[in-house]
Each structure stands twice: as structure tokens, then as C-alpha cells.
């Protein structure tokens, strides 16, 4: 048996590291799961890197303290069976320079699979290192990389197996030194391969472009494609640039080596970027090559460049967009924070309370996963007098119904075409009893409803709708359910369900349930204990007839509560020594009825719903924004805005534009005269206590060293598909740390809008928006 890859100086095999794998779940199965494997043998670290399909972090298994590397394949970027088609190829593979997997585990919303963690980061990490030395790297001292490079792709090939995916980020190696002799490299990321026979060939479209051979742009491709791949990686160590752009030069361009690359090593990195796939070398001779043997090695280790050469180092980094990266960070901190109350309702039950900084009345510091530590301190309420940057605040209005500002509409065909790439056909909506779209957009907006990824599934879009369902039990243990609604215009409807309510936008639970107690249900709340601090979770998803193809998941929180009193009238009123009792809310009329356990059971009713200490909800934030071709587009043709403005001037880069509307901080509109707006719309907490003091961010540190000591009130940039209630909402549960049912939110909201040209987005007017929400803890 092996040592341990981390140098731990344990016996850590593979043998004893690989657990049972749990099968992989099917993919229509529930929405709420267990969390399950890899938390309950592993620790999760930093992270190291993230790619297209997923992240690595850093992972010390339990039992021994040994420290492994973990990828966490992101099941919505991924389908499912092409996830468990690496997993099962690692587990196949036994090679020093191929990635060495010791188990694999299908959490809810990814598949985790543990690798030896290798020190020295990838390749093209050591090539940006090198860049900032602005020098190239001397071909013979990058033969022993060569050489291992090319036997992986030789142990691979002669498994039958194509990688399709060659590039620096995919070998990693053991040290920072990439020209140490004793440098280790092994291939990974083996997400796009596939098992390739003799004689067959393979025509899908997958990997990084600027690696493609001749023949992948064809999409009839063999094994070839991967020493294409290692060709251009290897021209790229030497000369710090790709040799080709695009399908044409791929095609007709000629290799051209710099002075400083041996005739040889030109030799060798050229028969890999053979046109003619019959003509390219296979990785079995290419082991053979005469370069590789490493005998004619020169002294000189560094090629110094000339100062008017650039390179292009930072084009070989693959770039994730900030959408897919906060969505994945969101997620491992809930697979951490579910594991630990998973932990806690196993061994001590679970005991939630108050977040006992927002109840205290001194200063308290968060710190996020990225290594951002904030700073909040409560403070008299005259200090946003006092500071210039909170002044504005007080000048804030209210926003009456009937004078609500019209909100920034979602543009319909930006949010057609964000629908239709989730493949939810947006022609069937408006047809029969189907709603119109608009209709959509408008109960987004108003927080009635969102749009989520469902991060179980592959880009499943979900909408959904918050509910709030009361578990109520009599003296004699029995159940209230509902039973029968007669509307006032003669429909009616039977059914056995939990009593509820949606929940609106700016309530907690607290507040939904109450409101449910006394509007739907007449009950009087002096004779109901609400279990307020135990909450249960479903999450149900069903079919919709207003917007088809589009599933509705209701997210429901179950209360439960106990009925009792002594008074006659009141035990007579709500049948406490009956069966029941009928309750008039609106002009609907609904009986009620008190059921035995039996009787619940026998009707299908779900009595034990999952607790959301130990379940898992794996709904995200859906993609929003245009990437930068995306966005260029609509600025020409549907703003008629000249992009040749933008990085000029002080104007922002359509880069900078583009990851701006990925993050939220700004959206952009088309108004009703065919101009277009830059909307920035920024939601501020101000959150009191009972003494009336205001909760301040006194000081925020970057893990960079970055400081900001600026006195802020609590604050997120709004989407343009959320309501400023779940905004508020966001800020609670992000930047406190705590459930949004631990405070209340005023209704009230103030506004202070200003509209303004901005030079940073030439052709486009500026709209910034604040709205000010005030909360406060419950007690």
C-alpha cells in the first residue's frame, strides 16, 4: 500500500480511502434530499480553482487529517450521465501522471470526486508566473514536463479513451518550480472524455477552441485531437502566445518557432501540429522522440524577452463567469452550514435561537467565505445626521401605493431569450388558460414569485412560490385540515390539505402564520402556542397550467402549533369537542375539520415533513446579464449605441459593462422612447433595536489587504428579477448570518432616485436608485 499523496507520512491507499459510493439519484427525484457523503468523511478547505463544469477545493479526510484536493462537478453545467462517466473512468485509471481518484460521492447538487492534491497549482499558473519575470522558458529545461505529458496521453489512448480537453489548466503539477527536474505533472479533468474504439470517430463539439485541431472544427474527429492540443500547449510555454486564432489560421497559418527554440525541440512540438491527422505523431511515438531524452541540454535556463514584445499569458486562463461562481459559492456554504446542523440534530437536537450579536447592543465581526471580514457596530441613530455618506437618507420619501414608482420592467425579449435557452417555450404562453408573459415578468418583479436554478438538475429552470402551511393539533392530538371552499359565487371545491397561505414578499413566517391564524382561519391566537422555532421544509414541485413548461416549486414552511383553551364559547366555536368548525375570510367560506392520525394517513396527507436542520434545498439564483458578445449586440441593434465609445475616455470597457449586469449591480432597459438606461439599484437595511439604535458596517477587510472604514448602512444591489423585500431578505441571511424569520420588515419603503448622463456608459442615461427598508430583530 502507497504512502499518502499529501506527504502526510500515513498509509492512505486507495484502498482505504474509497467509501461506498451512493448510487446516483435519479434525476427527476425530489427536490428536497438529505445531505449525504462527502461532509460526513471529509473537511472542506479553500478552494483552489474553478473551471467550466465545476470547483476544486482543498479536503482533509476525517479519520486520518490526510489532505486530498476534491472537485465538485456542478450538476446544472453538467448533465448527470456525462459526471458519472469521468467518475468512472478516473476510478479505471492507474498512472503517475494521471490524477489519482480515491472516492466518489453524489451530493445533492454536485458530484464530488477526491483526488491527491498536488502543491504547485497547474501549468498555466507556472506560465503567468514566469510571464511576470518576462521571460520564456528554455525548451530543454521543460523536457521532463514533455515527457510526462505525452505519457499520460500514451497511457490514456492506449485505454481507448480521448481527453478532448488538453490545456495547461488540466495538468497540475507537485511544485511551483515547473523547471525542477523532479517536478511532478498529472493529467485531470476528465469531464469531456470519452472511450474512442479503433476505426471509430467522434463528432461532438466540447473543449476550449483555441486547442482545436483542423479536424475538430470539422466535428470528425479520432485521438488525434488531444496531440493537436499539446502541441499548442507546448508552443505556448515556449513562446508564452497561442500560435493560432480562430477556425482560418488553425487551417492555413504557419508555425514559425523563435530563435531561441532548438531545431529539435521545433522538431518535436511541430509533428504534434500536423494539419493532416494521418500525418500527426501518436503519443506512443512521440515518447520515442529523440528531444524527450533530454541530452543535449544547454545552460541557459531563461529566455529574457525584448521590451517591445508582449505576452499573452493571461489569454491561456480560462475566465468563469461571476454568476456560475457565486452560485457555486452560495452552495458550498450551504452544503457546510447543512452538514453542521445535520450533525447537531443527530447528536444534541437542534436548538435554534436569535442571533445573539443583532440582540446584543456592542460590536460584532462576520467573516464570508472569500475571507472578507465586515464590521457592525450599533449606533445612535443621529449619526446618519452626522456622516455626510448616510445624510442622504433622511431626504429619502415614502412610497405611497398610489404613487409607486413604476418599476423598471424585465426587457421581454432579453427574458424570452433567457427562458427559451432553460427550454421553457415562451409560445405557449398566452394561449388558452396559460397567462402571457408579461404576466411573469410582472409576479417576479413583485417578489410573488422567482426564477430559480434548480442546482440538482442540468439548467432546470424552477419557478417559485414561498408558502406557509400550519400543522395545528387539538388536546386530543388530533389534526386540523382543510376540507371544502365555497366561494361566494357558488364554486366550491373539496380537498384534504394543511391550512396556509402564500407568503408575501415582506413577511416572515412569524408574521404569515399569524396572519393565516386570524384572516383565514377566525382563530383567536390567545388559544394557539406556535412552535415558531421549530420550522419544517418541503419543497414540492408541480406542474403548471398558467405557465406551461415551466415547473412550480412551492417552498413550504410548516408550523406547528397546539390549540387549546378552557373558555366553553371558545371550545364551542372552534369544535374542540367536535369535528370542526367553518371560518369566512374574503366572502370564501372554508370547513374546517379536526382528524385523527389514522384518518391523515389514509387521505395521503404528509405528516412528517423534512426538517430543515438536515435537508438541503439546492434552488439558486438564475443566470442573469449579457456576456460581452451578447451585450454588444443589443447595444446596435437594439440601442443603436456605438460600441466603439466604450474603453474610451473613461468610459467603461464592454467587458467591465457585461460582468456588471452578471453580478446584478446594474440592468439595463429599453424606456418607451427607444433610449436606453443603466439602472443601479442598491437596497439599504436600516435595522434597529429596542433602544432605537441603528446597526451600522463600521469597517470591511479584503483578504487582500484592501480597508474600507467608511461608516455604511447594511446594503446589496438589487436584481432586476427581485423584489427589494428579498433583497432585504438577502442582506439578513448573507451578511448577518441569520434566518430572515428573526426579523421583521416595515412595509414602508423610501426611495431616492436620480437620474444622470454617466460617461462610463456612452449612448445610455443613468438611473441610480436607493431604497431604504427598516427592520428590526424580533424578540
Known amino acids: 500500500m502507497g504512502k499518502c499523496q499529501s506527504a502526510c507520512g500515513n498509509a492512505c491507499g486507495r484502498e482505504n480511502l474509497s467509501v461506498q459510493t451512493p448510487s446516483m439519484h435519479d434525476e427527476t427525484a425530489p427536490k428536497e434530499q438529505a445531505i449525504v457523503a462527502l461532509l460526513d468523511h471529509y473537511r472542506l478547505g479553500p478552494i483552489l480553482g474553478e473551471g467550466a463544469f465545476g470547483v476544486v477545493a482543498v479536503c482533509h479526510e476525517i479519520a486520518t487529517g490526510c489532505e486530498f484536493a476534491v472537485k465538485m462537478v456542478d450538476k ?56 511576470k519575470l518576462r521571460s520564456f522558458f528554455a525548451d530543454y529545461d521543460l523536457v521532463h514536463v514533455n515527457r510526462q505529458m505525452v505519457s499520460a496521453l500514451e497511457y490514456i489512448h492506449n485505454q481507448h479513451v480521448v481527453h478532448r480537453d488538453i490545456k495547461g489548466d488540466n495538468f497540475l503539477i507537485d511544485r511551483s518550480a515547473l523547471t525542477d527536474p523532479h517536478c511532478q505533472v498529472v493529467l485531470t479533468d476528465f469531464g469531456s472524455a470519452r472511450v474512442l474504439l479503433p476505426g471509430d470517430r467522434l463528432s461532438e463539439s466540447c ?70 491527422e494521418s500525418l500527426r505523431s501518436a503519443a506512443s511515438q512521440l515518447v520515442h522522440h529523440s528531444w524527450l531524452n533530454g541530452t543535449q541540454k544547454r545552460e541557459k535556463t531563461m529566455i529574457h524577452l525584448d521590451s517591445s514584445a508582449a505576452l499573452q499569458s493571461d489569454s491561456f486562463v480560462e475566465r468563469v463567469d461571476h454568476g456560475i461562481k457565486r452560485r457555486r459559492l452560495s452552495l458550498l456554504e450551504r452544503m457546510e452550514e447543512g452538514h453542521v446542523q445535520k450533525v447537531m440534530s443527530r447528536d444534541k437536537g437542534v436548538v435554534r435561537h436569535i442571533s445573539s450579536q443583532l440582540s446584543s447592543h456592542g460590536e460584532f465581526t462576520i467573516q464570508d467565505r472569500g475571507g472578507i471580514r465586515r464590521f457592525y457596530r450599533w449606533l445612535p441613530r443621529s449619526e446618519m445626521r452626522r456622516h455626510q455618506s448616510l445624510r442622504r437618507f433622511s431626504q429619502a420619501g415614502l412610497i405611497p401605493p398610489h404613487e409607486m414608482i413604476e418599476l423598471p420592467k424585465l426587457e421581454l425579449p432579453l427574458f424570452t431569450k433567457f427562458l427559451e435557452e432553460h427550454s421553457i417555450k415562451t409560445a405557449l404562453f398566452g394561449v388558452g388558460e396559460a397567462k402571457p408573459l408579461e404576466a411573469l415578468v410582472s409576479e417576479v418583479q413583485s417578489g410573488a414569485s422567482r426564477l430559480m436554478l434548480d442546482a440538482a438538475e442540468h439548467k432546470k429552470l424552477v419557478r417559485v412560490v414561498d408558502v406557509v402551511l400550519l400543522k395545528l393539533f387539538d388536546e386530543q392530538e388530533r389534526l386540523l385540515v382543510d376540507t371544502e371552499e365555497q366561494n361566494a359565487d357558488g364554486r366550491s371545491r373539496s380537498f384534504w390539505q394543511l391550512p396556509g397561505s402564500k407568503k408575501e414578499t415582506y413577511e416572515n413566517v412569524a408574521q404569515t402564520a399569524r396572519r393565516v391564524l386570524e384572516e383565514t382561519l377566525n382563530l383567536d391566537p390567545s388559544i394557539v402556542d406556535l412552535q415558531l422555532h421549530h420550522v419544517g421544509l418541503q419543497e414540492e414541485e408541480q406542474g403548471s397550467h398558467s405557465f406551461p413548461g415551466l415547473y412550480t416549486v412551492y417552498r413550504k414552511e410548516v408550523v406547528m402549533g397546539f390549540v387549546s383553551s378552557k373558555d366553553p364559547a371558545m371550545r364551542l366555536r372552534f369544535g374542540l369537542d367536535t369535528g370542526g368548525f367553518s371560518a369566512t375570510e374574503r366572502g370564501c367560506t372554508r370547513k374546517l375539520r379536526w382528524i385523527t392520525e389514522q384518518e391523515a394517513e389514509a ?36 440601442l443603436r449605441v456605438d460600441v466603439r465609445q466604450y474603453g474610451q475616455n473613461g468610459a467603461k470597457t464592454l467587458k467591465e459593462f457585461s460582468e456588471q449586469l452578471i453580478k446584478g449591480e446594474v440592468h439595463i432597459v429599453k424606456g418607451k422612447n427607444g433610449a436606453g438606461y443603466v439602472i443601479s439599484e442598491v437596497v439599504n437595511l436600516c435595522m434597529s433595536n429596542q433602544r432605537g439604535d441603528v446597526l451600522f458596517q463600521v469597517k470591511q477587510e479584503g483578504p487582500d489587504g484592501y480597508v474600507n472604514d467608511k461608516l455604511l448602512l447594511p446594503c446589496a444591489s438589487r436584481r432586476p428579477d427581485e423584489s427589494t423585500f428579498l433583497v432585504a431578505k438577502r442582506i439578513i441571511r448573507k451578511s448577518f448570518l441569520m434566518n430572515p424569520n428573526d426579523v421583521g420588515l416595515e412595509t414602508e419603503v423610501r426611495l431616492l432616485q436620480e437620474e444622470r448622463s454617466a460617461m462610463a456608459y456612452p449612448g445610455l442615461s443613468f438611473v441610480e436608485r436607493e431604497h431604504v427598508i427598516n427592520a428590526r430583530p424580533t424578540q
Request: aromatic fraction near 10%; include cysteine.
Open 207 to 276: 473543449g476550449t477552441q483555441y486547442f482545436w485541431s483542423p479536424e475538430f472544427y470539422s466535428l470528425s474527429y479520432t485521438n488525434k485531437v488531444d496531440i493537436w492540443a499539446l502541441g499548442v500547449l507546448c508552443f505556448g510555454l515556449l513562446t508564452g502566445k497561442y500560435p493560432f486564432k480562430g477556425e482560418t489560421e488553425v487551417r492555413t497559418k504557419e508555425v514559425v518557432f523563435p530563435s531561441h527554440v532548438s531545431a529539435e525541440c521545433g522538431h518535436f512540438v511541430g509533428s504534434m501540429l500536423e494539419r493532416d
Open 603 to 638: 387521505s395521503n396527507l404528509k405528516l412528517q415533513p423534512g426538517s430543515g436542520s438536515n435537508l438541503m434545498s439546492s434552488l439558486v439564483f438564475a443566470p442573469i446579464g449579457l456576456k460581452e458578445g451578447e451585450l454588444t449586440e443589443y447595444l446596435q441593434s437594439d
Open 76 to 131: 446544472v453545467e453538467m448533465p448527470l450521465n456525462d459526471i458519472k462517466r469521468e467518475a468512472e473512468l478516473l476510478q479505471k485509471m492507474e498512472h503517475p501522471n494521471i490524477v489519482k481518484c480515491f472516492g466518489v460521492f453524489d451530493d445533492k447538487c454536485f458530484v464530488c470526486i477526491v483526488m491527491n492534491k498536488l502543491d504547485g497549482g497547474d501549468i498555466v499558473h507556472a506560465l503567468e508566473e514566469r510571464s
